[in-house]
């Protein structure tokens, strides 16, 4: 079980969640915030941060977000652990962030191929 951030994040990229999040484990995808479930320690500090209501713990996510669960899944699948999101910076694009990701910047990126 983990924490999940659902499409309400879309638009309202505010990184209240991140300032909270005590071992940076919240990534910058390229519409919305992704929580990386191999890093976090469900303490449960960016759900109440979020002014938005967008993150659930799984077990409690609404059934109309249900899909949140499964593309955070996605997300990590290939990358698992990647030492914070301050340090590694956007997502890769097929992982739901940019072209502005670790690779192209030079920085240590995950095990993506
Ligand atoms: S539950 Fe805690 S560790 Fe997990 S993403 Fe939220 S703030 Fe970070
Ligand atoms: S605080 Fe909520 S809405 Fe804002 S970036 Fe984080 S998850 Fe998205």
Redo the contacts with the bound molecule.
Sequence with gaps: M??VITETCIGHVDRS?VR????D??YEGEQQLF?NPHE????????VACPYEA?SYESELAEEHAGAMERQELVFAELGRLGGARRYGPLPPRHGGTSEHAETRGLPKGNES
Excluded: R
Excluded at 20 to 23: G, H, L
Excluded at 40 to 47: K, T
């Design positions: 983990t924490y969640c909270e999040c005590p071992v484990c919240i929580i976090c320690i469900d303490c449960g500090a960016c759900e993150i």
